[in-house]
């Protein structure tokens, strides 16, 4: 099983044309046709052609999302590509992992496989809508490696996962990111509200219950039920009256 | 185990200042640092430092050979990386096997990693210096990969093959390609000269002796006894006196 039709290439706020075209190529050598550019710094791709060699299927059909949150909102699971020096304080998949659980996940809907800028890499922030993160490993010397050929590793083991195009999700559809996204932001304003959560930092809290609904693997009905239920608390609940 | 300090990446007639910067990009990425260009297109290869991104190392330590066996020569290994397009009537390994391949012959000496050009990739001639050829699998859509980010899949998967650094070879040094071309040059004349092979095509028996000495994985030593069993033969042949 590979992630096929169902993987997305999310390229975060990328700026250089070659490099959107050497990625655009190395979609069309190992057979994958969805990308999406989130944020990106420049909206002039002009040259990206020239190294798209025969992919300009890729490069015509790509799709631009202003924010990360919406490159990945109908994906059921994201898994985002990090040096291992940004990395820190979580456990990182191995390529060869990250390829499996993209073929598996995708049983369950669309995957994402993201990228961040040629720059500043991915930041905490950025991580934040991924459920797991990889690292190529790489010697200290050169620790960093450059976009495209991050991606052609990763595709090429994508690609090696089997060679079966994949067809209709085999299991129940999993929760896509979007509607995790709105249970979130649901969760959040009910619990403010019913002061369950500190005002001044709320964060920290939310992140461990969110990441309990991540780790069971909520179908999309589960996650809409679970949205339904907070929309129904939030109306329900009157503010202040929690309070001693 | 892996290819390590003996594995010698090898570009055959390269002409884009870009390719080569950014092969010696991923060449430090993963602790790779022997490159040789074989009969580069062009000898001007400024701007090449642009990608080589603290790769310097590499860069300014390549060397050039003015033909492909001048570049072989000190390998006891080659293998040639072809599209699946160009490799016709070969049996082709894949990656993996590939870079299991070279780990293993590392521990009889240096081990070749050969690219072709990027307009025509290697020829049928080129090809008679690898021992194996290798393809990585790509799509009817676009089957032609970049150069870069061929080495970029292919070196990254021989980083893979372990992570400590290779010593000494284990195993008896292997023959160099440098010593089995001079046997073959004098197995040519010797059998030439005693009527052996038909002077019109050589090339055929020629090779089919090549092969076995080449399955047999010779040792240098016995690739020196065998060179000066045929210096002598040669000496001793009288030519004409085999025919009837």
Redesign the interface.
């Known amino acids: 099983m590979r992630p096929g039709s169902e993987l997305t290439v999310i390229l975060h706020q990328t700026r250089s044309p070659d490099n959107l075209g050497?990625v655009c190529?190395?979609m069309?050598?190992?057979?994958f046709q969805r990308l999406v550019l989130s944020e990106p710094i420049t909206r002039d791709f002009a040259g990206a052609e020239r190294?798209a060699?025969?992919?300009d299927?890729v490069l015509k059909a790509l799709t631009v999302a202003p924010t990360l949150g919406e490159a990945v909102q109908d994906c059921v699971y994201v898994v985002g590509s990090t040096s291992r020096t940004q990395v820190v304080g979580r456990s990182a998949l191995t390529?060869e992992e990250a390829a499996r659980r993209l073929a598996e996940e995708s049983k369950r809907g669309r995957v994402g496989l993201l990228f961040g800028g040629e720059q500043r890499g991915l930041s905490d922030e950025d991580l934040t809508h991924c459920a797991d993160v990889l690292v190529?490993?790489?010697?200290d010397?050169?620790?960093?490696?450059?976009l495209?050929?991050?991606a052609?590793?990763l595709l090429?083991l994508c690609?090696?996962q089997g060679?079966e195009p994949s067809g209709p999700p085999a299991e129940e559809p999993g929760a896509r990111l979007g509607t995790l996204g709105a249970l979130s932001k649901r969760m959040r304003e009910t619990m403010l509200a019913a002061d369950f959560l500190n005002r001044q930092a709320p964060d920290h809290v939310l992140h461990e219950l969110e990441q309990t609904l991540m780790r069971s693997r909520l179908t999309q009905r589960e996650a809409e039920l679970w949205l339904n239920a907070f929309k129904h608390l939030g109306r329900a609940v009157t503010p202040g009256t929690s309070r001693e």
């Open positions: 050497a190529r190395i069309a050598n190992f057979d190294l060699v025969k992919s299927h390529p190529i490993p790489t010697s010397v050169q620790p960093s490696m450059n495209a050929q991050s052609s590793v090429y690609h090696r060679v």
